[in-house]
């Protein structure tokens, strides 16, 4: 089955440009020219993941993803004219999976779309038993993507998700950024240091609502999960 792709950009060009390189990469593409109509198209077709511009008029970019993200954890990849640090870490602070900057290459916009969907999408076979990752009080089932926290659920992302999972198959390991990059962005995507920081600082703010705090910084060195089990 094809992974459908909700494509959204008031530049009418641009549409036209991802929905030639997504058809030709066999997906199938909904399109949307504003915020609003994106928002109704996501309620109707259920994408599997959404590309989505930035700067638009009256609903932007930031306010849909919001409201997606409240909603689901359909993955988001973000378009944007600006490529100041500052549009990249707002954007993934709200719960964006990756982010490309105009102008952009189709061929590295189609490769982090696949690779999102590595993440984001669990084949889960009928012979397979569910695999738990468990530390203290936090629990990552591998097939189902659930965490939780002293038996509360907590909503990660599919990039969140995978931080979490790798730290946590090796409790004892301090894992720098670059590390944590290798591990969970795929087909050699790199990204910023800070954008490490932005993720895991949403992870952080996740499990401060169930009163948790899974993850620590060894300064100068990097991150591990929390040895000592710590409740807030």
């Known amino acids: 089955m094809k992974n459908k792709i909700l494509v959204v950009d008031d530049d009418h060009h641009i549409v036209e440009i991802i929905t030639?390189?997504?058809?030709?990469?066999?997906?199938?593409?909904?399109?949307?020219?504003?915020?609003?109509?994106?928002?109704?198209?996501?309620?109707?077709?259920?994408p599997d993941l959404i590309v989505?511009?930035?700067?638009?008029?009256?609903?932007?970019?930031?306010e849909v993803c919001k409201e997606i993200k409240r909603i689901s954890d359909t993955p988001v990849l973000f378009?944007?004219?600006?490529?100041?640090?500052?549009?990249?870490?707002?954007?993934?602070?709200?719960?964006?999976?990756?982010?490309?900057?105009?102008?952009?290459s189709p061929r590295e916009l189609i490769a982090r779309i696949k690779a999102?969907?590595?993440?984001?999408?669990?084949?889960?076979?009928?012979?397979?038993v569910d695999c738990e990752i468990s530390h203290g009080h936090l629990r990552i089932n591998t097939s189902t993507h659930v965490v939780t926290w002293s038996s509360q659920q907590v909503e990660l992302t599919a990039t969140e998700f995978s931080m979490l999972k790798t730290m946590a198959s090796r409790p004892a390991h301090v894992f720098s950024r670059e590390q944590l990059m290798e591990n969970s962005y795929q087909?050699?995507?790199?990204?910023?240091?800070?954008?490490?920081?932005?993720?895991?600082?949403?992870?952080?703010?996740?499990?401060?609502?169930?009163?948790?705090c899974p993850i620590d910084t060894v300064h100068g060195v990097g991150y591990r999960v929390n040895a000592c089990e710590t409740l807030l």
């Open 52 to 62: 989505l511009d930035v700067g638009m008029p009256e609903l932007d970019g930031l």
């Open 20 to 46: 030639f390189a997504l058809t030709k990469a066999n997906f199938d593409v909904i399109e949307a020219s504003d915020g609003n109509s994106a928002l109704l198209q996501f309620k109707e077709h259920k």
């Open 187 to 212: 087909n050699n995507i790199a990204v910023s240091d800070r954008t490490i920081d932005s993720h895991l600082r949403r992870i952080r703010n996740k499990f401060k609502e169930v009163n948790g």
């Open 79 to 104: 378009l944007s004219a600006k490529d100041e640090e500052i549009d990249r870490i707002l954007g993934l602070e709200i719960g964006a999976d990756d982010y490309v900057a105009k102008p952009f």
């Open 116 to 128: 999102i969907l590595r993440r984001s999408q669990v084949i889960v076979e009928t012979k397979d």
